[in-house]
């Protein structure tokens, strides 16, 4: 190798080694970035102290979690099966329809933030429409994302737990 021919490798290694931890700090995000965006529910489940499993909203759930970069979140899930009404009006159901509808879903929204040390995702739910008595209260669920799948984890008080596990939601085209 000539004199050139070393000063141009040794220019090009340089460059190379100022730009590579700039792009990889540039790259990084914080989980509480990573969590901003629109969710679709994959599962639900509710599993038993002693590891007995329920899908609550049956085998192929539909929800979506969406968390703005503000600090605000909704969240909606139903189970895919629940039975229309006999009346085509949503105030004229049955007690047993009406009963049957609030059961297989669930909605809310409110206010959230993250605690990045130890993962603990906090919901403060300003409306629930399927239980409010959860309204006005902070929620703490524990969240570890990989890749383009989250999932959510809520203690239960017998021991058990609510594992849900959702999935990036990809734009739709045109």
């Given at each position: 190798?000539?004199r ?6 040794s220019a090009?290694?340089?460059?190379n080694i100022?730009?590579?931890p700039?792009?990889?700090?540039a ?6 970035e990573?969590l901003?965006g629109t969710w679709t ?5 509710i599993i038993?102290?002693d ?20 600090g ?6 139903v ?7 006999k009346a085509n009006n949503?105030?004229?159901?049955t007690?047993e329809?009406n009963k049957?509808?609030l059961a ?6 409110g206010?959230?933030?993250l605690n990045?040390?130890?993962?603990s995702?906090?919901l403060h739910?300003?409306g629930?429409?399927?239980y409010?008595?959860?309204e006005?209260?902070?929620q ?6 990989s ?6 984890l809520?203690?239960?008080?017998d ?16």
């Amino acid at each position: 190798m000539n004199r050139r021919e070393v000063a141009t490798f040794s220019a090009i290694t340089a460059l190379n080694i100022a730009l590579v931890p700039a792009e990889a700090v540039a790259q990084q995000k914080t989980l509480k970035e990573q969590l901003v965006g629109t969710w679709t529910l994959l599962s639900h489940e509710i599993i038993a102290r002693d590891g007995a499993k329920t899908a609550l909203f049956g085998a192929n759930p539909r929800g979506l979690l969406i968390f703005d970069a503000g600090g605000r979140y909704v969240q909606l899930q139903v189970r895919p099966d629940r039975p229309q009404f006999k009346a085509n009006n949503r105030l004229e159901g049955t007690p047993e329809e009406n009963k049957t509808a609030l059961a297989g879903g669930i909605g809310q929204f409110g206010t959230w933030s993250l605690n990045e040390t130890d993962k603990s995702l906090i919901l403060h739910e300003d409306g629930n429409v399927s239980y409010p008595n959860e309204e006005d209260t902070d929620q703490k669920r524990v969240v570890s994302l990989s890749s383009d799948d989250l999932k959510v984890l809520i203690g239960l008080g017998d021991g058990g737990k609510i594992e849900l596990v959702y999935r990036r939601a990809k734009s739709k085209p045109n």
